[in-house]
Structure formats: C-alpha cells, structure tokens
C-alpha cells in the first residue's frame, strides 16, 4: 500500500473519540480507518440509488397468477398419486383377506 505523508489540523476531541470508536490505536490508523468507513459509507449509499431503476421488467400479477397455478397443479398432482395409493393400499389389502 502506497502511504501519503500529509500534516493535517484536526479537532483533538473529534479525533479522540474516533479513536475510542473505531478501536485504532493510533492517530495515523484512526484516519485511515475513518477515511475508509466514510468511503464505504457512501458507496452503499449510491447503490441504493439503482434500486427500482428498471432493473427487472414484467408483469407481477402474471407471475404471482403463473406461480399460484403451478401450486395447483401440484396439489393436483400430490391428489392423483394419493388415490392411487390408496386404489394399490386396497388392493393389497383385499388380495391378503384371499
């Protein structure tokens, strides 16, 4: 990491208790750490800026109808293979009363 020697005029209490706050044991690492936090801050904060921007395209309702009619086709489908079931349980259970 390439490091920039700069003086800087701070707030001693302001830097104090950044210091307390984000753990660092130096001054140095003290801004360094906020210089970071206030980077990432703000780049979360422009990411939700893309949200609701025309990322998806289509028609809720189409998909909310489309997945509701592929739940009743399988509870249609777990319906069959129940009677089914039932017509095989039956059918053994006469041919062993034989």
Same mark, same amino acid.
């Given at each position: ?6 003086? +800087? ?13 984000? #753990?660092? =044991?130096?001054? &140095? @690492?003290? $801004?360094?750490? !906020? +210089?970071?936090?206030?980077? *990432?801050?703000?780049? $979360? ?6 949200? #609701?921007? #025309?990322?998806?395209? #289509? ?8 997945? !509701?009619?592929? *739940? =009743?086709?399988? $509870? ?5 293979? !129940? /009677?089914? &079931?039932?017509? /095989?349980?039956?059918?053994? @259970? !006469?041919?062993?009363?034989?």
């Amino acid at each position: 990491m390439h490091m920039k020697r700069t003086r +800087l005029l701070l707030d001693r209490h302001l830097l104090d208790e950044a210091r307390r706050v984000l #753990g660092a =044991r130096t001054y &140095s @690492a003290t $801004v360094n750490l !906020a +210089l970071e936090e206030i980077t *990432r801050v703000r780049k $979360v904060r422009t990411l939700a800026s893309f949200f #609701g921007k #025309g990322l998806w395209s #289509g028609n809720l309702s189409e998909m909310r109808d489309d997945r !509701a009619s592929r *739940r =009743r086709r399988k $509870v249609a489908k777990q319906s069959i293979l !129940a /009677r089914r &079931s039932l017509k /095989r349980t039956k059918a053994r @259970a !006469a041919e062993a009363s034989r």
